[in-house]
Structure formats: C-alpha cells, structure tokens
C-alpha cells in the first residue's frame, strides 16, 4: 500500500457528444428564442470552444434547422438563440461535442493497493514467487472547487468517466493521468457562493 497527499490536481471530462438532449428550456413558448445547453461550453470534436453553428445541430420537435439561417450558436456559454421561436409544446433538442476542465483541487489522497501474494516452500523463510493480484487505485479529493457541468453529472445520476489530472510539483504541468469513475460525492456551498466538494474516485490506471 502506497499513500500521497498533497498534490494539486483538476477534473476532466473528456470531449464526448451529446445526442438531441433536450434544451434548457426543453419546449418553446411561442416567444422564447434563447435556449441553453446543460453541458458547457459548446466544443468541435478536438475540444475546441467554438460559435461554428455548423458544429451542432438543433431540432425543433425532431425536424433540423439550419445553420446558417435559423439559430446563432454562443458556445462558451451553451447558448442558441433562434431567429424564429418554436411554437408552444414544440420541444427543442441539440446534438452537439462538450467536455474539458470540471473542477480544480488543492488535496488529494491517493491510494494503490496491488494485493500481492507471496507463495512459499516447506520450510523456506524466504518468498519462491510474488505474485501481484488485483490492482485497486483510491482517491478522495478533499478540496474540490467545482462547476456545473460536475453538479449535472450528480443530478443526472451519470456515470460519465472522468480523468484526474496531477501536478505533482506544483509546476503548472499535470505529469499524472488517471481515468476515473464517481463513486462518493459530498458538496457544499461557502458564503461566497462556491460549490466545494469531498469526491471519492475509483481509477482505472495511472499513466
């Protein structure tokens, strides 16, 4: 067993498509012509912020509009606003790439238990063979300043993966990547308004 405590590190999720999830509002008035992503910003495929309205695709009750005429893309804000307002009941949909930085931490601990086994001869003091077994990597991030796009991985009851990204020596380079799933979260508001929260992860690897 090896433990670390620490180091600085930050939440990712990697860039990934969204496929016709609903807006924010999810249906037209008649009148309203903003809609908002649930996920922000509005990436291209390589995890770029982009305003390309070419880059996603909006529907109105399952019908496409276009691009280049119907809708104005703001994507570090997840915004669309339409030329057009959809209908009253109309439900509004949108396909589209998001991801990057979810949240920062100022400690971590970190745990990687390999469960190895040694095996023995008759009467020998001494291991004939050490044998790793099963690996388990643990992570509790005590300290995480967090936005949006984490909450709506919690409320939509997700179990997107993440990857936990190390800066062992405080450098600014994150040398560390571990891929990740949520396996505890505990948030908390301060005065100033800053959702912190404890998270406990299970990873994959460390590479």
């Not at 050490?130 to 967090?146: K, M, Q, Y």
Request: aromatic residues 8%; glycine residues 8%; contains cysteine.
């Amino acid at each position: 067993m090896s433990a670390y405590k620490g180091w600085i590190a930050r939440v990712r999720i990697p860039v990934h498509q969204r496929t016709d999830e609903p807006m924010n509002p999810r249906y037209g008035d008649g009148s309203n012509t903003t809609f908002y992503t649930f996920w922000r910003p509005i990436t291209d495929s390589a995890g770029n912020v982009t305003d390309d309205e070419s880059q996603v695709t909006v529907k109105v009750d399952g019908t496409a509009l276009d691009p280049t005429t119907d809708y104005v893309l703001t994507g570090a804000e997840g915004k669309i606003e339409m030329t057009t307002a959809p209908s009253s009941g109309a439900e509004v949909t949108i396909t589209y790439y998001t991801g990057g930085v979810l949240g920062y931490v100022t400690s971590i601990s970190l745990s990687v238990d390999r469960d190895s086994e040694a095996f023995y001869h008759l009467q020998s003091a001494t291991p004939a063979e050490v044998v790793d077994g099963t690996i388990d990597i643990a992570i509790d991030l005590e300290r995480a300043f967090i936005d949006r796009n984490f909450m709506e991985i919690i409320r939509k009851d997700e179990t997107a993966e993440v990857t936990l990204e190390i800066d062992i020596d405080g450098d600014g380079t994150y040398e560390y990547s571990i891929p990740c799933k949520i396996s505890s979260f505990s948030p908390s508001i301060d005065i100033d308004g800053v959702v912190v929260a404890s998270i406990s992860l299970i990873g994959r690897s460390i590479s």
